[in-house]
Every structure is written in structure tokens, then in C-alpha cells.
């Protein structure tokens, strides 16, 4: 999960990462909606990379007005906006990937009927 402050000792994610994250979890929606599964791979790695940035040890001491409270609640905006998307998003997902684990159960089936019964197609 994500959250304006991250565990002590980690910086914060500031206002220009999450504006960031929340245009590339916009367009994950729109791929998602697109089934377009290798696209959406690719943004969710650019999210990622923002998002283990931001989560690394901080370097220096934080800038007083990185932590102001307006900031800190645009910062919470925010990541309640991009969370809900993540919710959007996974609601294409899960029945994609539920409909592939399928495929794939369905066709290991096939293939061990195969071998232990052999083809019907040539019978002999």
C-alpha cells in the first residue's frame, strides 16, 4: 500500500512522484480496459520505479515545506485517487488472469488425456 509517509527513516513521496503515479495508474485503466496485458506491464514498471524511489532511506533531512500540512493532505488526495484506480484496475485483471489459469488448466487437462489415452484421431 502505498502512504504519504513511508517507515521511519524513508523519505516522503512528494507532490511531483504522485502526480506521476496518478497519470500512469490513468493510463493503466485505460490499457487495462484495452486488455492490452503487455502494455500494462510495461506502465506498472515505470509506477514501480516511482514507488522504490520512494521508499528508499532519505539522503538528507527533509525539506520543511515538502511537509507542510497542504502538501501533506494533496499528497493524501492524491494517493486515495490512484488507489482507487488500483482497485478499477485489478477489477480487469483478476477475471483475465482467473480466464488464463483456466486456459492453461484446461489445456494440461488435454495434454495428459492425450498421453495417457492417446489421440482419437488415429485410432488403432
Request: charge should be negative.
Amino acid at each position: 500500500m502505498i502512504t504519504p509517509r513511508q517507515k521511519a527513516g524513508t523519505r516522503l513521496l512528494n507532490l511531483q512522484e504522485a502526480r506521476a503515479l496518478l497519470a500512469l495508474y490513468e493510463s493503466m485503466v485505460e490499457v487495462a480496459r484495452a486488455r492490452n496485458w503487455e502494455r500494462l506491464a510495461e506502465i506498472e514498471q515505470k509506477a514501480a520505479a516511482i514507488r522504490d524511489a520512494a521508499s528508499v532511506p532519505a539522503q538528507e533531512a527533509e525539506d520543511a515545506d515538502s511537509t507542510n500540512q497542504e502538501n501533506i493532505q494533496a499528497l493524501m488526495e492524491l494517493i486515495g485517487r490512484i488507489q482507487a484506480l488500483d482497485r478499477e484496475i485489478r477489477n480487469y485483471i483478476e477475471p483475465a488472469h482467473e480466464e488464463a489459469r483456466q486456459r492453461l488448466s484446461d489445456e494440461i487437462r488435454g495434454r495428459n488425456m492425450r498421453a495417457t489415452y492417446g489421440s482419437l484421431d488415429n485410432p488403432g
